[in-house]
């Protein structure tokens, strides 16, 4: 269960503030301390740690996912931002195990990474493949609802193919080797111009507003489109 809450943690000045009940203990743990340690640019800040345990709370990153991302031109540097973020975790010796797009929220300052997996050790590669899912998964959406040039779509879904096949090749015993984040980074630049300035600007480039990770049973804010 996930709530959104209003908190003030002693400051004069309140926040937004999302608070996770987990059933499972050693799941919650292992989030708690995957926070910890991800701690900085790209991963969602650790609030606080419910007094016995049963819950953890993370400062509000933004109202929307990238799920809900509709422009590639303006997705393309929040997707770039993203890999700076997984890649950041991956020279601390950290993976975030569940890659996804409802797993990055949008905030006025860019995205960030929720919901870390499960405590079962995963390599870096298995975050690289999540990511060219991820960006796969947008193209595929896009593709469907008809919302983008077919040929870029197609690109975009071929991008990330390619980056799910460098972390899960075919014979994964066959390519045993070490993937460099440099590896990434070549494959998203031909999405585009990489090191473009853009702000993230909640809106423009977004389908409908999705809730905070895995908020239910809240009515949809319904407001109407300026675009």
């Known amino acids: 269960m996930v709530e959104l809450l209003i908190g003030s943690d002693g400051r004069a000045e309140r926040a937004l503030i999302v608070r996770k009940h987990l059933e499972d203990p050693i799941r919650l743990t292992h989030q708690v301390r995957w926070l910890t ?14 007094p016995n345990g049963e819950h953890y709370s993370t400062e509000f ?5 990238l799920a809900a991302a509709t422009d590639p031109a303006a997705t393309l540097p929040v997707v770039n931002a993203v890999w700076a973020g997984i890649d950041r975790l991956h020279r601390l ?9 409802e797993h990055v929220v949008i905030g006025t300052g860019g995205p960030l990474l929720i919901s870390p997996g499960g405590p079962e050790p995963l390599g870096r590669r298995h975050d690289i493949a999540s990511f060219g899912r ?7 959406v896009w593709s469907v609802e008809a919302i983008v040039d077919p040929a ?8 990330g193919r390619r980056l799910t096949e460098l972390g899960d090749p075919p014979d994964i015993a066959a390519d045993d080797r070490l993937v460099s984040g440099a590896e990434v980074r070549r494959l998203l ?15 423009r480039w977004l389908r409908t507003r999705r809730r905070y990770g895995s908020i239910r049973g809240r009515p949809a804010d319904r407001r109407p489109s300026r675009f």
């Open 37 to 50: 340690r991800a701690q900085g640019p790209g991963v969602v800040r650790l609030h606080d740690v419910g």
């Open 61 to 65: 990153g933004g109202p929307l996912t």
């Open 93 to 101: 010796g950290l993976t975030h195990g569940a890659v996804a797009a």
């Open 134 to 140: 991820m960006i796969a998964g947008l193209a595929e």
């Open 152 to 159: 870029i779509a197609a690109h975009w879904n071929a991008i």
């Open 189 to 203: 630049g031909v999405l585009g111009p990489v090191g473009r300035t853009r702000r993230f600007v909640t809106g």
